[in-house]
């Protein structure tokens, strides 16, 4: 036996689950607020705790729930989440990475988008007409600049109005700067991809990104593919993040603010 396998056999169970509370915390660091994913993992905010602080291992059909949310798999809880995550790219990735991206990304620079809670606005790919608003969060580890956000699941609260919950859409994505703005290239669980643009400053506010978003599928009739999107830089106040996360997704134009309403109604609905 060699390698990981064999390090976390010498682990005793205190230490794995100081590994697995530890790495639990980070997947929850500048997140969702922890009653929220308690709430959609299905779990006691109480026994959720004691994870946390490494008090007590999940059982398996809880484990494989924290899984699914955290978009991870099970070697959370035998190695630290730093060394699951310099795991080598499996070969789409490589060649993706040596055919697409030539060139060595700069690092994003602070000053243009710091790290923070950003408020995401766009035209909705689903409903002429409306707009769709939500949270996403911009952190740089390292040279890396990582995007994630989450956003309700417009088309199961379509398909079955009547349901009481509809668990929200996570999806990641990475930041890549260029000359006059920054690319988001992010995917969901469903592995629909999306790709946005968005340009520093609107009209001389540098809190606001006005920009586009794509969403790479088919066309379907009565749907956009292409909206106009902006992205409005947060201050640090975990209330007001609270405060949006319960408001509803789905709006009229006129709820957002003048500025963000002129930013989106650059592109027609439509295309």
């Known amino acids: 036996m060699t390698g990981p396998a064999k390090a976390a056999s010498a682990l005793s169970p205190t230490e794995l689950r100081s590994i697995f509370g530890r790495n639990l915390r980070e997947l929850c660091e500048n997140g969702q607020p922890i009653t929220v994913i308690c709430r959609e993992i299905g779990i006691n905010r109480t026994q959720f705790n004691r994870y946390l602080s490494g008090e007590a291992f999940p059982r398996p059909d809880i484990l494989a729930r924290i899984c699914t949310h955290f978009d991870v798999d099970a070697r959370i809880l035998l190695e630290p989440l730093e060394d699951l995550r310099r795991a080598l790219p499996d070969r789409f990735l490589i060649e993706m990475r040596d055919k697409l991206l030539i060139g060595k990304s700069r690092p994003v620079d602070p000053a243009l988008l710091p790290d923070a809670i950003y408020r995401f606005w766009r035209k909705s790919f689903m409903f002429q007409g409306k707009i769709v608003t939500t949270l996403a969060l911009i952190r740089s580890h390292g040279e890396v600049t990582l995007f994630k956000g ?3 699941n417009l088309l199961a609260q379509q398909e079955n109005p009547n349901a009481r919950r509809f668990p929200r859409l996570a999806y990641h994505g990475l ?3 260029h000359i006059d703005g920054i690319s988001i290239y992010c995917q969901d669980r469903q592995n629909q991809s999306n790709i ?9 506010n540098m809190r606001f990104y006005p920009g586009f978003s794509l969403l790479v599928r088919r066309r379907i009739d009565g749907m956009n593919r292409m909206t106009a999107a902006v992205l409005e830089r947060l201050p640090h106040d975990p209330a007001l993040w609270r405060s949006i996360v319960r408001q509803d997704t789905v709006h009229d134009l006129s709820y957002a603010p003048p500025l963000v309403q002129r930013a989106l109604a650059r592109i ?3 295309l």
């Open 150 to 152: 989450f956003e309700e």
């Open 196 to 204: 946005t643009f968005f340009e520093f400053g609107l009209e001389g």
């Open 268 to 270: 027609p609905d439509g």
């Open 175 to 177: 930041v890549r700067q």
